[in-house]
Structures are given as C-alpha cells and as structure tokens.
C-alpha cells in the first residue's frame, strides 16, 4: 500500500512539473521543488521520523530559495503539490522544516498566502 501511495505521489508530481508553469528569472521551479521534495512522501502521508534523504532535499530547497521570488515560487509549487495530491497530512507538512532543521519564516499550509512571503 505505502509503494502504491509513493508511486502515485510520484506521477502526481510529474504531472504538476509538466503543467506548472515556470518563473522567468530564480533559482527555484517547480521541478526543482518536485525532486527535492520527492524523497519526502512517505513522511508527508504518514508522520513520523522524516528520512535522511528527505532533509537533505529539504535542506538544498532551502538554499537554493534565496530570493522573495524563489522563495515565493517554492510555496505556491507546494501549495499545488498538496492540491494535487491526495493523502498528503497537512500536520506532517507543516512539521516538516523544523524535523530537518530548517526554519522557514512562513507557515507551509494551503492558507498561507505565497505572494507575502519574503
């Protein structure tokens, strides 16, 4: 069942990457937040401890958002991803940064607003 969900989040994905559309200008797309967040989706449908390869894709999202318009890309990519895909456990999301040691200064929620984030 948990392959099943992963293989699933994984086409979900692949189908927002090709249907987003991308910035002009920044380090961050959604692609980018796509493979970085991939390794993620078990934690982000069941909780739990997240893996190191999840943290690590984490972490390079985090560095590599170092603009308002990264910044703000990454959070409406991952507001689709949440939209698109199903089972993603809101809690887990939001969690997620701070399970990795990432502090972001923006709540990661469907009601979060992207284009005041900084």
């Known amino acids: 069942m948990a392959v099943a969900k992963i293989i699933v989040l994984a086409a979900l994905l692949c189908f927002m990457v090709a249907s987003a559309p991308h ?10 937040v ?52 199903p089972g993603i456990n809101p809690n887990a999301a939001s969690s997620l940064p701070g399970k990795c040691g990432v502090n972001i200064p923006y709540k990661i929620s469907p009601s979060t607003d992207c284009s005041k984030v900084q």
Do not use: H, W
Request: net charge positive; with cysteine.
């Open 23 to 32: 910035p002009a200008e920044g380090a961050v797309t959604c692609q980018s």
């Open 34 to 85: 796509v493979t970085s967040l991939t390794p993620c989706a078990s934690y982000l449908t069941t909780g739990g401890q997240a893996p190191p390869a999840c943290c690590s894709g984490v972490n390079s999202l985090f560095k590599a958002a170092a603009t308002t318009t990264d910044r703000q890309t990454a959070c409406r990519c991952m507001q689709q991803a949440a939209r698109m895909v």
